[in-house]
């Protein structure tokens, strides 16, 4: 199978090209050199590529920042998103497309009414949220309209090796390095009450794969383990790991104006259509991103 990844020197587009590859597939890869908005420059790299499959991975994806600066969010999103449909209905034969959306699209769902299936309403709360509601009636639009087989994703929580240190798993693990060296007795952290549902990012690609090659166009499915953990445990398995005796800081300049406090997925669907199942437990999860980030900080 031929592949195009938009996004693809990304967190995630990183670990997806390595394992469409692995699993076989040629991969062509479009990043920052190409504008995602500009919808002339993103036909021509589809044109070219030729791809019998799409994986629309390019946003600006950190959800506490979208309040910063909405508008630009809404265009990478959503405006982005429409020129990658725009442009896949230019190839003969057209590919499968799979975008990337997100579980925030749900909104701050009550605990009885988790885990969250695809049927949940869509009720958005933060810019980046309603960025991906935007996104994905386009790729509704595109399905129904012009018969483009799109899938839609929803991602919950995914961590792992790579990842940016603004989101929470590798900010926590760099702190406690940094700590450690410095000789430090405290780091800084957010919102410890919080609940999500995390799964490792080689997780995640795997399920992507399998949804372009068995999901039904049309569809939306969630990505995710189905259970939670607290922020505060994941804090305390870090600083297990690490081995070090840190005392946890609350700074409210890293907490979110809105911070959505539990997010539990269930991935029925995903299971049904492609046999899908999480591999890798979140401790050694952990464990890669602190071995990671010993490496970085030296």
Request: aromatic share 4%; proline share 6%; net charge negative.
């Amino acid at each position: 199978m031929r592949a195009l990844v938009t996004g693809g020197r990304g967190f995630v587009g990183t670990w997806l090209s390595h394992h469409l590859r692995a699993e076989g597939d040629e991969v062509v890869v479009i990043d920052r050199e190409v504008d995602i908005t500009d919808a002339a420059a993103v036909r021509r790299a589809l044109t070219d590529a030729a791809p019998d499959a799409v994986y629309h991975l390019a946003a600006l994806a950190h959800v506490g920042q979208s309040w910063a600066d909405p508008a630009a969010v809404v265009q990478v999103n959503a405006l982005g998103t429409l020129s990658v449909l725009e442009a896949a209905r230019q190839v003969t034969p057209a590919p499968t497309v799979l975008v990337t959306s997100s579980a925030e699209v749900y909104g701050r769902v009550p605990a009885d009414q988790q885990p969250i299936g695809e049927s949940q309403p869509l009720a958005p709360v933060t810019p980046y949220a309603a960025s991906k509601v935007a996104a994905e009636y386009l790729c509704v639009q595109a399905h129904l309209a012009h018969d483009l087989p799109v899938i839609r994703v929803r991602p919950f929580n995914h961590v792992g090796p790579g990842q940016g240190s603004q989101f929470v798993v590798p900010a926590l693990a760099a702190r406690i390095v940094e700590a450690q060296r410095g000789g430090r007795g405290d780091i800084r952290i957010g919102n410890l009450q919080a609940r999500r549902d995390l799964t490792d990012v080689r997780d995640v690609v795997r399920a992507y794969r399998l949804l372009v090659q068995r999901g039904t166009p049309g569809q939306v499915y969630n990505v995710c383990r189905g259970q939670t953990v607290a922020i505060a445990e994941v804090a305390d398995r870090l600083l297990r790991l690490a081995g070090a005796n840190l005392r946890l800081v609350t700074d409210p300049a890293l907490v979110r104006p809105v911070d959505v406090p539990v997010v539990q997925g269930d991935a029925t669907l995903l299971r049904q259509a492609t046999g899908w199942e999480p591999r890798i437990d979140l401790d050694t999860t952990l464990a890669d991103v602190l071995a990671e980030c010993s490496e970085r900080v030296g």
